[in-house]
């Protein structure tokens, strides 16, 4: 297979060694080149926007400068021609929602089998997405319902100002910074932290950042 011909591939991770031995290995396929890599979100967004635009982007969850979400949700409002798969060890069903939302065609394991992990790319090309069966079966059991009557997909869908307050709630600022930082007033953040104390089924503060640090919300 010529070159011109090849799945042009780009890579973001900020592990190195991993980051190489995936495009050795995807190099040595041989229906793929990789022509991207990059070590945060940011210069991986810097690199598209210079020229460097591969057909399939693997991108890794829990990057600094730039989530692999964030970069998905950008790639999904400025590049929709191209296929991401996200290379996460993530499997809750906030996560996979959020990231559907966010365009994301595929999820890859990290330790997946080098032969599936061409399978995935191949298809990813050619039909738009890639799930494996156990990616399509938590998909499916998104719209189980639950024992209060409930699909389990409604219960796991986060606003925005949610997954705002909920970054925020991570970090080292009080309530009332959190309220000035988004501009409410702070009976309505108590409001908000209350009200996810009972969606999510957590009682403390540290709670909340042991949930979001699980399912990729922020990183560590």
Not at 125 to 135: A, E, L, V
Not at 186 to 209: C, E, M, N, Y
């Amino acid at each position: 297979m010529s070159n011109s011909t090849k799945i042009k591939i780009g890579l973001a991770d900020d592990h190195v060694l991993l980051r190489d031995a995936l495009a050795t290995l995807i190099d040595g396929f041989g229906t793929c080149e990789v022509i991207l890599k990059a070590s945060n979100g940011e210069q991986l967004i810097e690199k598209i926007r210079g020229g460097q635009v591969p057909d399939v982007l693997i991108l890794d969850l829990n990057m600094p400068k730039l989530s692999g979400w964030e970069v998905a949700n950008w790639i999904h409002e400025n590049h929709q021609e191209m296929s991401v798969l996200m290379l996460t060890m993530y499997d809750s069903e906030l996560s996979m929602i959020r990231l559907l939302q966010a365009g994301v065609k595929g999820f890859l394991k990290k330790d997946i089998h080098p032969d599936e992990l061409k399978q995935a790319i191949q298809t990813v090309r050619d039909t738009g997405y890639y799930y494996s069966n156990y990616t399509s079966s938590r998909i499916a059991q998104l719209f189980r319902v639950n024992d209060e009557g409930k699909m389990v997909l409604q219960k796991n869908l986060l606003s925005e100002q949610e997954l705002s307050f909920l970054k925020l709630a991570c970090s080292e600022m009080t309530y009332k910074e959190v309220a000035q930082e988004m501009k409410l007033n702070p009976r309505a953040v108590d409001g908000l932290r209350d009200q996810l104390f009972v969606k999510l089924d957590i009682k403390s503060r540290v709670g909340l950042a042991i949930f979001a640090i699980r399912h990729g919300i922020v990183s560590i």
